[in-house]
């Protein structure tokens, strides 16, 4: 499976402000997502970041909100915008393997004050 | 809405058992479907995943599906301390098959 990597790995930042996540692939993917995880929750979906296009967004989640690029194949980032204390989670990037399997990065974990 | 189910547990199991994890899907589309397994402070990671009914063997690990029940279930046999973490369901979604939705998860405690 690709190795991901994600920066940062966690950061307290103050509400109002915003984060920009990064997510690394080392081998070119098509799919890439990102989830958010809020404690002691399981996964949800925020958007689909598509090369080339325009990220899909899921219910619930606006591209004002969560701004996504993906400049090339193996690179994307999640900005997180006008944070705050609700915003604190984990989130994870993932990667489609073109089998439908996704695998996770380490993911990033934000805490708003 | 499409759901997944799970016990949130804590399923609690002594080492050497067998650990069966249960979860059922709300998309009668679904068609591919997966286990995680997440530890405290770590990412999900890809346990298994089956495709077809019946039983899907790995190791220690057994998937089971039947689609008609919408079902699909986790065996860990010879259940060992480091399987303590939670395990989630994902099942893809019927409108896109890449997408995934993920049960809560079911924590596993495996008393040595």
């Known amino acids: 499976s690709a190795v991901i990597s994600q920066k940062p790995s966690r950061d307290i930042c103050q509400r109002g402000t915003s984060l920009t996540i990064q997510c690394q692939v080392d081998s070119q993917v098509t799919m890439m997502f990102w989830y958010r995880q809020q404690p002691g929750q399981s996964l949800t979906l925020i958007a689909t970041?598509?090369?080339?296009?325009?990220?899909?967004?899921e219910s619930g989640f606006v591209i004002d909100k969560f701004p996504i690029s993906r400049p090339n194949l193996t690179f994307s980032t999640l900005t997180v915008s006008n944070m705050s204390p609700e915003d604190s989670s984990i989130y994870l990037c993932?990667?489609?393997?073109?089998?439908?399997?996704?695998?996770f990065g380490p993911g990033t974990r934000l805490l708003v004050l | 809405q499409k759901e997944v189910e799970q016990n949130s547990g804590p399923l609690s199991v002594p080492e050497g058992a067998i650990a069966s994890l249960n979860c059922t899907y709300s998309d009668r589309g679904s068609q591919s479907f997966f286990w995680y397994r997440q530890y405290s402070g770590k990412s999900p990671e890809l346990i298994m995943f089956?495709?077809?009914?019946g039983d899907k063997e790995d190791g220690r690990f057994t998937a089971q599906l039947n689609k008609a029940s919408q079902y699909v279930s986790l065996l860990i046999r010879d259940s060992q301390p480091s399987d303590s973490a939670t395990y989630l369901c994902?099942?893809?979604?019927?409108?896109?098959?890449?997408?995934?939705?993920f049960g809560s998860g079911t924590r596993l405690l495996v008393r040595p």
């Open positions: 994902a099942v893809n979604r019927e409108d896109s098959s890449y997408k995934l939705i």
């Open positions: 089956i495709y077809s009914n």
């Open positions: 993932s990667v489609e393997d073109g089998q439908e399997t996704q695998y």
């Open positions: 970041a598509n090369q080339g296009s325009e990220a899909t967004y």
